[in-house]
């Protein structure tokens, strides 16, 4: 049984969805790393991990 055509727009649609969050979220830490600040704050929290 093949799915009907609003099923696959629904899908589609979903699976743009999904990237696009993924692609904002990417964009957004990124952003972060060209923060000096925040790279230090990362190392001290990686640094005491051990």
Do not use: N
């Not at 696959?8 to 952003?31: M, N, T």
């Not at 230090?40 to 051990?50: E, R, T, Y």
Request: proline share 4%; hydrophobic share 60%; with cysteine.
């Amino acid at each position: 049984m093949s799915p009907t055509r609003r099923q696959r727009i629904r899908k589609r649609w979903l699976a743009r969805l999904a990237g696009a969050a993924a692609v904002l979220a990417l964009l957004a830490v990124f952003a972060l790393y060209t923060q000096p600040e925040f790279m230090v704050m990362l190392a001290d929290q990686v640094w005491a991990c051990f």
